[in-house]
C-alpha cells in the first residue's frame, strides 16, 4: 500500500510558474513509476508526465513538453512537477500516481495509487 500527499498547488498568473511535490509512505517508494495526471472541471482525468523507477526515462504529454518538468528523489520518497510558462488551460486538480509496471504509461487505470490531489489555477 502507497499513500500519496501532494502539494504547492495555488494561484498564479499565466507565464508564471509552481512546484509541485509528492511525498510518498512506503519503503519500497523507488519500485514504484511515478506519474501527475490533472482534471479540469466537466473534463476526464488527463494524463500529464511519468517518470520511470530509476528516473533515466521520462514521457510527457505534447501540451506540456518544453515547460513542464518531472523529476523524483528516491532518497526522500517525493516526485514533483516543475511547472513554467503556466497558461489557463493548465487549470485543473494535479494527482500524483504510483505504479508498478515497468513501461511507463498514461492510462489512468494502470495506476492503483493515487493522492487527493492539488489545485493549480492559472489566471489570464
Known amino acids: 500500500q502507497v499513500q500519496l500527499v501532494e502539494s504547492g498547488g495555488g494561484l498564479v498568473q499565466a507565464g508564471g510558474s509552481l512546484r509541485l511535490s509528492c511525498a510518498a509512505s512506503?519503503?519500497?517508494?523507488?519500485?514504484?513509476?511515478m506519474a501527475w495526471f490533472r482534471q479540469a472541471p466537466g473534463k476526464e482525468r488527463q494524463f500529464v508526465a511519468t517518470i520511470t523507477r530509476n528516473s533515466i526515462n521520462t514521457y510527457y504529454r505534447n501540451s506540456v513538453k518544453g515547460r513542464f518538468t518531472i523529476s523524483r528523489d528516491n532518497a526522500k520518497n517525493t516526485v514533483s512537477l516543475q511547472m513554467n510558462s503556466l497558461k489557463p488551460e493548465d487549470t485543473a486538480v494535479y494527482y500524483c500516481?504510483?505504479?508498478?509496471?515497468?513501461?511507463?504509461?498514461?492510462?489512468?487505470?494502470?495506476?492503483?495509487?493515487w493522492g487527493q490531489g492539488t489545485q493549480v489555477t492559472v489566471s489570464s
Open positions: 500516481a504510483a505504479s508498478t509496471d515497468v513501461v511507463l504509461t498514461a492510462i489512468p487505470g494502470r495506476y492503483p495509487y
Open positions: 512506503t519503503r519500497t517508494f523507488s519500485s514504484y513509476s
